[in-house]
């Protein structure tokens, strides 16, 4: 039966407070870490640059064992990870470089700075994420690397990736950072690809306090190239280390302090976000609105932030109207999670150094991709889902009215 509108009004509305969805994220363990490092910076007359001091060290170290990767160097955002990552690889300018079509500023920029030339790979219609065909599809005798992002939490299938990227002596960087601990087939993401790029700024899993990043990767060359790279080309009184250029992306004591806590908190973080999760998938259990994004049965997903499907005849007119909604009554819904980065003017107009053209118009571009109708995936699974914030400290009576409010809402539709 449909209510009026009226009545779903009065029945929703106020039903939430913005402390429902508000993050507890620092505790007083983080604070007691950090305090520490401040004590000792008075008592020894120091500062808080790694170098002399101990916190980054181990925080490198406690991330390398966590994700099972042989090395892990610490950056200043996961930005600088991603660069870091793709300077390892030492990629001529004019490279083609396959990268996701649904991801951040952040995970693509690097590309861009490096004078390489991104491919958008295609995303499965009912992911955000990029899968084995679609970049399969798009190798040509110029592609040099491969970057993929697990978006929302939700894994890349890294095992077929990794086939592919294997048949075709390709390196792979996974962009880790909306998917900390997410596992595709019980491993970690970030574990799997040629490197890993990890954002730890504050709205991520776990963070090293305001920003912070770290890259990750079995091959102990590339680690000392990233993480040179990240620190003005240092060589670290290695030979075969450095010559090269290099920024500083180096992570500071304090953050390293930070992170350590937040390292060990990470897999309560992620079992709540996953049971909170399954608890709305559940609730929204046959409804012909919603649901909770489709996945793959091997991935496991982190839950950055919700991914919502929405059904309906006019999908992205209806979609709109339904965010607003949910907005409406306090829940933070945005009808869509971002836009194509092709389709991003700055992308698009192709000012990535002022007027220049470059890197398409550097003699060592072979061809300028097609970008405008390059993912019709990527479109769709835009227009069908929206995002819904998300976090681990929220109750299960906020998820349970969530749910009933969606329920409403199917009910008026
Ligand atoms: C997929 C992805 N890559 C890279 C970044 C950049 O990370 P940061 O903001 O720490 O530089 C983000 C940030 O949200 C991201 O979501």
């Known amino acids: 039966m449909s209510k009026s509108s009226n009545q779903t009004k009065s029945s929703v509305s106020s039903r939430f407070q913005p402390e429902d969805f508000r993050r507890a994220l620092i505790s007083e363990e983080e604070r007691d870490a950090v305090l520490r490092v401040i004590d000792k910076a008075i008592a020894k007359h120091t500062a808080f640059d790694r170098y002399g001091g101990e916190e980054v060290d181990a925080y490198e170290q406690e991330f390398a064992a966590h994700m099972g990767t042989g090395f892990a160097t610490a950056v200043s955002s996961g930005t600088a990870a991603v660069h870091a990552a793709i300077a390892a690889l030492n990629l001529e300018p004019g490279s083609e470089v396959i990268c996701p079509p649904i991801t951040d500023p952040g995970g693509i920029g690097p590309v861009l700075a490096s004078l390489c030339i991104p491919v958008f790979a295609d995303t499965d219609p009912e992911t955000f994420n990029v899968t084995a065909e679609s970049i399969e599809k798009v190798i040509t005798d110029q592609t040099r690397a491969i ?139 046959g409804s012909s609105l919603f649901s909770l994004g489709w996945m793959p049965e091997q991935a496991e997903s982190a839950y950055w932030f919700l991914r919502m499907r929405v059904f309906g005849g006019e999908e992205s007119l209806s979609k709109e109207k339904i965010a607003q909604q949910l907005c409406d009554v306090g829940i933070p819904a945005a009808p869509t999670y971002t836009s194509l980065i092709a389709k991003q003017p700055w992308f698009a107009n192709k000012r990535i150094f002022a007027d220049s053209g470059i890197p398409w118009s550097l003699p060592q571009c072979q061809r300028v991709p097609d970008y405008d109708n390059c993912c019709p995936n990527a479109e769709r699974a835009l227009a069908n889902h929206m995002m819904i914030a998300f976090n681990e400290s929220m109750t299960e009576d906020v998820v349970d009215r969530m749910a009933e409010v969606m329920r409403d809402l199917e009910e008026k539709m």
């Open 147 to 285: 970057v993929v992002a697990h978006i929302a939490g939700e894994p890349c299938d890294m095992g077929a990736i990794m086939e592919v990227a294997s048949r075709h002596h390709l390196p792979v960087i996974e962009d880790v950072a909306q998917a900390h601990d997410a596992t595709w087939n019980g491993q970690r993401v970030g574990s799997f690809g040629t490197l890993g790029a990890f954002s730890l700024m504050s709205g991520k899993h776990h963070t090293s306090g305001g920003q912070g990043g770290m890259v990750t990767t079995n091959d102990e060359a590339l680690y000392w190239r990233a993480k040179s790279f990240a620190d003005r080309g240092k060589n670290f009184s290695r030979s075969d280390v450095g010559g090269f250029l290099g920024l500083n992306y180096r992570m500071t004591e304090l953050e390293a302090a930070m992170g350590r806590v937040q390292l060990r908190r990470l897999p309560a973080f992620i079992s709540r976000r996953q049971r909170l999760a399954a608890r709305l998938r559940a609730a929204l259990s």
